[in-house]
C-alpha cells in the first residue's frame, strides 16, 4: 500500500491510489466487453475503494472485491457485471455513505470556513408575513412609507390578503428581494412586484445555522461533488479503453 509522501496532500495522495485501482480494478473489466452503464458504478467503486485504504469503515467483507480470482467463465462475468453489481455493493454503499464524513474533513476541512460562506444562503430561511395588494401599487407604497416610519399599520392592513411564509434565502425568484437575505426580524421590506401582484413583506424570523450546525452536510456535500467529478473523468477514459478494445 502507498504511503503519503512528505509535501503531499490528501487529494494527491487519493489519486495516487485512485490510479493504482483504476489500472488493478478496470483493465480486468474492460477485457470482459463492460457495458458504459455499468463502467460508471464501477468507477464510482474504484473512488469508494480509494478512500477506503485511507480512511477506513467497519465492513471488512464488502470492502475488497476479489471476484475476477473466483469466476473464470466470461458469460457468467458479463451476467454478473450487468446483473449483479448493485445487490452486491448494497451494504457497501452504505458503508460509503457514513465514511465519506472523515474523509471529507480531510479533504476539505481548511476550507470549511469559506463553504459555510458560501453555501450557508442554501440552508437560511426567513418567516415572513406577506401582504397582497393586487394591482394596488399606490396602496402598497403608502402602507410601506407608514411601516418604514414606524407608524402602526396594523389596523390597517387587516382587509389586506396576507399569509405566512417560510422562504428560502437562496430562493430569490418570484420578485422576492435579494435584501431578504440581511433583514432582521420585525423589518419591512420595500413594496415589490412578483409578476401577478404588489407584495410587502414583513420578516418574523430568520434562521440561521451556525458553522457548527451545518459542518457536517457542507463537507459531505463538498466531499460527494469531489466523487462525482473524479467518477465522471474516470468513466471517460475507460470509455475511451473501451473503445479501443
Not at 12 to 20: M, V
Not at 184 to 207: C, K, M, R, T
Request: charged residues 20%.
Amino acid at each position: 500500500m502507498r504511503s503519503v509522501q512528505p509535501g503531499q496532500s490528501t487529494i494527491d495522495y487519493l489519486d495516487q491510489i485512485i490510479e493504482d485501482n483504476s489500472e488493478k480494478i478496470l483493465s480486468s473489466l474492460v477485457l470482459h466487453h463492460l457495458q458504459a452503464a455499468t463502467l460508471s458504478d464501477w468507477c464510482s467503486y474504484v473512488i469508494d475503494s480509494s478512500i477506503e485504504q485511507q480512511f477506513h469503515w467497519d465492513d471488512p467483507q464488502e470492502a475488497h472485491l476479489h471476484w475476477w480470482n473466483s469466476i473464470s467463465d466470461t458469460s457468467a462475468m458479463s451476467e454478473w457485471l450487468e446483473q449483479s453489481f448493485n445487490q452486491y455493493c448494497l451494504k457497501w454503499r452504505t458503508a460509503v455513505s457514513s465514511a465519506y464524513y472523515s474523509a471529507s474533513i480531510a479533504i476539505y476541512e481548511e476550507q470549511l470556513e469559506s463553504l459555510y460562506i458560501e453555501k450557508r444562503n442554501s440552508y437560511e430561511y426567513a418567516h415572513c408575513k406577506i401582504f397582497d395588494f393586487g394591482s394596488n401599487r399606490g396602496l402598497a407604497l403608502e402602507m410601506s412609507v407608514a411601516a418604514e416610519s414606524g407608524s402602526d399599520i396594523n389596523k390597517d392592513l387587516q382587509d389586506i390578503n396576507q399569509a405566512t411564509e417560510k422562504i428560502s434565502l437562496a430562493d430569490i425568484s418570484n420578485g422576492i428581494p435579494s435584501i431578504l437575505a440581511s433583514t432582521s426580524p420585525g423589518d419591512w421590506l420595500p413594496p415589490f412586484f412578483n409578476g401577478v401582484s404588489w407584495l410587502l413583506l414583513q420578516v418574523e424570523q430568520i434562521e440561521r445555522p451556525s458553522l457548527k450546525e451545518l459542518a457536517p452536510i457542507l463537507l459531505r456535500d463538498a466531499c460527494q461533488a469531489w466523487r462525482e467529478e473524479k467518477t465522471q473523468s474516470l468513466t471517460a477514459y475507460w470509455i475511451k479503453q473501451l473503445a479501443e478494445n
